[in-house]
């Protein structure tokens, strides 16, 4: 199947600093990145709809402001949280869909990024 | 709202047992719905169910939808410690590709 990685895989960090995640498309082209959030004993939660060449869609009660999206490419996506605080510790996913199949436009996940904030 | 219910939301089994995954939803324009493993990482896709009463198999797992219901079940035959995971449901909505996840069953298959 298609590949979708992302960069760190891990990452602890200071509350009031920012961190920016990458998710890429390794074997095909993604126009459409969905970036979920995990918490510990939770399902997956959709934070945003990230669109190449666009802005992202947010889903209610994610803070476009504080969760920054930008897909600057057709294999990249980059999820930045900005003045991160302990709250925001979490599993933060992204999945792309492979459009280039059929019949099922089939997503694929990265293998998520471990948030830890002090 | 949107959801997706699991159930259980943990099972622990001996090897060689059966289970059955539950799966039921209240989603809006449903397109699919979707079984996904969840070891350490990533989700890992297993089935899509798109039409009611067809059952989809893949070795021991099988899969079932029934929209009239708007239920799901996964089942394991002959379980293997390999199969201790977080088995996740979700649904697709037609026309936007977002898919709406349960919270999981979390199977932890003993020797």
């Known amino acids: 199947g298609a590949v979708v990685s992302q960069h760190p895989s891990w990452v602890i960090c200071k509350s009031g600093t920012s961190v920016k995640i990458e998710c890429r498309s390794l074997d095909f082209q993604a126009t459409t990145m969905f970036w979920y959030r995990q918490f510990p004993k939770q399902s997956l939660m959709l934070m945003a709809t990230?669109?190449?060449?666009?802005?992202?869609?947010?889903e209610q009660g994610v803070e476009k402001d504080k969760f920054l999206i930008n897909h600057a490419s057709l294999t990249l996506s980059t999820l930045t949280v900005t003045s991160a605080h302990p709250e925001d510790s979490s599993f933060y996913i992204c999945?792309?869909?492979?459009?280039?199949?059929?019949?099922?436009?089939?997503?694929?996940f990265g293998p998520g990024t471990r948030l830890t904030v002090l | 709202e949107d959801k997706v219910v699991q159930s259980p939301l943990s099972l622990v089994v001996h090897e060689g047992d059966t289970v059955t995954l539950n799966c039921s939803y209240e989603v809006t324009n449903f397109r699919s719905l979707l079984w996904y493993k969840q070891e350490k990482k990533a989700p890992t896709f297993l089935f899509m169910l798109t039409s009611s009463g067809i059952e989809k198999k893949s070795g021991r797992l099988s899969s079932i939808l029934d929209k009239k219901e708007l239920s799901s079940i996964l089942n394991i035959t002959a379980t293997q410690t390999g199969d201790s995971a977080i088995y996740l449901c979700?649904?697709?909505?037609?026309?936007?590709?977002?898919?709406?996840f349960g919270k999981g069953t979390k199977l932890t298959v003993n020797p």
């Open positions: 999945s792309a869909p492979d459009r280039g199949r059929t019949p099922y436009n089939e997503q694929f």
């Open positions: 990230s669109n190449e060449g666009s802005k992202a869609t947010y």
């Open positions: 979700a649904v697709e909505q037609g026309g936007s590709e977002k898919l709406v």
